[in-house]
T-cell receptor
Framework: GPKVLQIPSHQIIDMGQMVTLNCDPVSNHLYFYWYKQILGQQMEFLVN????????KSKLFKDQFSVERPDGSYFTLKIQPTALEDSAVYFC?????????????FGKGTRLTVV | AQKVTQTQTSISVMEKTTVTMDCVYE???????LFWYKQTASGEIVFLIRQDSYKKENATEGHYSLNFQKPKSSIGLIITATQIEDSAVYFCAMTPASSSFSKLVFGQGTSLSVVP
């Protein structure tokens, strides 16, 4: 089936540094999402993105977070600067249509460890 | 705001038996979509089945089916003839139908272990 690829699978970074998480969504999808999962807890919505714009974000999407998809390449989540509480698994997802009942495809996640 | 609760942290069943995983939700929306996903040991998150709140019939998909009890705000997942490879963490999720974009609210997950 359709695959969302996330690179890298695991990243360790010093607190205060910048990190960029990369996502290669399903090729014909236009709607992109990031979710955050702290170890042992449920996934929580961070942000959705369409046509070059953030459409909706949660309170977890702090000012230090930003997303973009320059020129149809990777959909990225940038955290600058990172904090210890940013340690989590970040899941990228994509979908083809703009309604809530469309199947969303998830990547395998990037485990971010901030030390 | 929506809330999804899965009270079963982990379940262990014998292979080839039937298992039911519970999920209750809270929402003020009159129309919404309910989903079940599974997360495998490799981390892959796989969509399993969906229930539209305005449909009375329980959704079925292969050996997955749902027990939708709208008055109880409950959407249980039933897996029949379980297989070893069904071992995974199962997440219940919902999103309001009025939402222009998918914004899934997930439960805490239930870890299923299928043993021989």
């Amino acid at each position: 089936g359709p695959k969302v690829l996330q690179i890298p699978s695991h990243q360790i970074i010093d607190m205060g540094q910048m990190v960029t998480l990369n996502c290669d969504p399903v090729s014909n999808h236009l709607y992109f999402y990031w979710y955050k999962q702290i170890l042992g807890q449920q996934m929580e919505f961070l942000v959705n993105f369409y046509n070059g714009k953030v459409m909706e974000k949660s309170k977890l999407f702090k000012d230090q977070f930003s997303v973009e998809r320059p020129d149809g390449s990777y959909f990225t989540l940038k955290i600058q600067p990172t904090a210890l509480e940013d340690s989590a698994v970040y899941f990228c997802a994509s979908s083809s249509r703009d309604n809530a009942n469309t199947e969303v495809f998830f990547g395998k996640g990037t485990r971010l460890t901030v030390v | 705001a929506q809330k999804v609760t899965q009270t079963q942290t982990s379940i262990s069943v014998m292979e080839k038996t039937t298992v039911t995983m519970d999920c209750v939700y809270e929402t003020r929306d009159s129309s919404y979509f309910l989903f079940w996903y599974k997360q495998t040991a490799s981390g892959e998150i796989v969509f399993l089945i969906r229930q539209d709140s305005y449909k009375k019939e329980n959704a079925t998909e292969g050996h997955y089916s749902l027990n939708f009890q709208k008055p109880k705000s409950s959407i249980g997942l039933i897996i029949t003839a379980t297989q070893i490879e069904d071992s995974a963490v199962y997440f219940c999720a919902m999103t309001p139908a009025s939402s222009s974009f998918s914004k899934l609210v997930f439960g805490q997950g239930t870890s299923l272990s299928v043993v021989p």
